[in-house]
């Protein structure tokens, strides 16, 4: 990258100005970016290409309150790169963990990192597909899984025996 270029960039980068409508990339790269200004993250939230928004969501410098935010976004994508972002807090988890989406639960269900409260959320849900993704995330707690080791579908059952299995070693 030049001199020029390089100014090019710092100069967007710290500008109180929107970006050009059509630098589809360059917001992208700004919205991924652990040295974005944060008014400036602020600002991308409202951006209209999803990719971008879900850039946000992926950056591990955004405020929390801002996943938050992005938890409620139209698109799905946007709001999967929330809950796998290690910044996100246990209340925009159990937000997720509600979500009309299965995509979007289904990873929920099996992030590392997610709390066990919003398993405990996720440990009711209609499909069993989640609920066998609850009962094998290594942060279920024990009551939870006891409660799915009682299922009525005989594989969310069978993997929360499992799961209590594992407890019961450790």
Do not use: C
């Amino acid at each position: 990258m030049s001199i020029k270029q390089l100014g090019i960039l710092l100069i967007l980068l710290t500008s109180s100005q929107p970006l050009l409508a059509d630098d589809v990339d360059q917001r992208r790269r700004q919205a991924g970016h652990p040295q974005t200004p944060v008014e400036q993250l602020w600002k991308l939230s409202d951006d209209p290409d999803w990719e971008v928004r879900q850039y946000l969501g992926r950056n591990r410098i955004t405020p929390v309150d801002l996943l938050h935010k992005l938890a409620s976004d139209k698109h799905p994508q946007v709001r999967i790169a929330v809950a796998t972002n290690l910044a996100t807090t246990k209340t925009t988890f159990l937000k997720l963990a509600e979500d009309p989406v299965i995509d979007v639960r289904s990873v929920v269900a099996r992030f590392e990192y997610v709390p066990a409260e919003a398993l405990a959320v996720l440990a009711k849900d209609k499909k069993a597909d989640i609920r066998i993704e609850v009962a094998q995330n290594l942060n279920t707690d024990k009551s939870t899984l006891e409660l799915l080791s009682h299922d009525e579908q005989p594989e969310v059952a069978q993997a929360a025996l499992v799961g209590l299995q594992r407890l019961a070693e450790e």
